[in-house]
């Protein structure tokens, strides 16, 4: 019966890591197409190893100007995070705490938003900007345009978070004198803090690796994010590979390493929930 464990563990652990494998193997070949020539990367039968390593990274970086597209992704995804943060953290309060017909009403038109791709919605989204005057801030226009994306995905986490805050605290705030809003800043948000900083990440992530808004919403290329400026190495004709697998591992790689860092974090929240 041990034995049979032993080889049960054995083949769940292969292929487990077989798994993982096909999963990173792309961002494995991002890495080494990016050390690559351009004669090695059209070889075949394909390379798993460059023969002799060329390093593109400061080349790359001074001719796109790689500061100016991460420094505009940072601002877009920050911003974005910042207002959703604000605006759907008192709105899975009220979608957890308040119960009705209209708050349920509520949820399911929330959870629909959530569904809805951003290629469909940035048509009337860009003749409602255009008509506001927002273009002018493409920056802002594609941090109003993300929020209105991923504020139903934000709240729809956070809710779950604070369901699982006991009411009874927050009854004991009101009866101490407390206000409601007190009650909330004192008591439910440091609670559901875990929660908050998971689906806070979440959507930093997202927003950093949003595309369809940015490139329709910005034309100068002053104020283009990342994701827009890797589209410089792709031409009619002509395509730079190495330059673009470059590019996406200098903007891939700060990512990763944050998400790195804050990997406990992340998991804690996702498992234990609010309250440890």
Known sequence: MLRDDRFARAGLLAIALVLVGLYLFPLYWMYVTALKTGTEISAWPPRFWPETPD??????WER??????????????????????????GCGYALARVRGLWMDVA??????????????MITPIFVAFS???????????VILAQVAKLLPFYVVLVRATFLQVPRELEEAALVDGNSRLGAFLKINVPLARNGILVAAVLIM??????YVYSRSLIQER????????????????????????TYAAIYVTPILLFFVLLQRQIVSGLTSGALK
């Not at 877009?76 to 910042?82: D, F, K, P, S, Y």
């Not at 629909?112 to 290629?119: D, E, I, K």
């Not at 005057?133 to 493409?138: A, I, K, W």
């Not at 992530?205 to 949003?210: D, I, P, Y």
């Open 222 to 245: 002053a104020f283009q994010p990342a994701t827009v400026g890797l589209q410089s190495f792709m031409g009619p004709n002509t395509s730079d590979w190495q330059g673009v697998m």
């Open 131 to 141: 008509q506001f005057g927002l273009l002018e801030y493409p920056r802002l226009s």
């Open 55 to 60: 390093v593109a990274v400061v080349e790359v």
């Open 64 to 89: 796109l100007r790689m500061g100016t597209f991460l420094w505009n992704s940072l601002i877009i995804a920050l911003g974005t995070t910042a207002v959703v943060v604000l605006l759907g953290t």
């Open 205 to 210: 992530l997202q927003a950093l690796g949003e």
């Open 107 to 120: 949820l399911f038109l929330i959870l629909m938003m959530q569904v809805l791709p951003s290629s469909l």
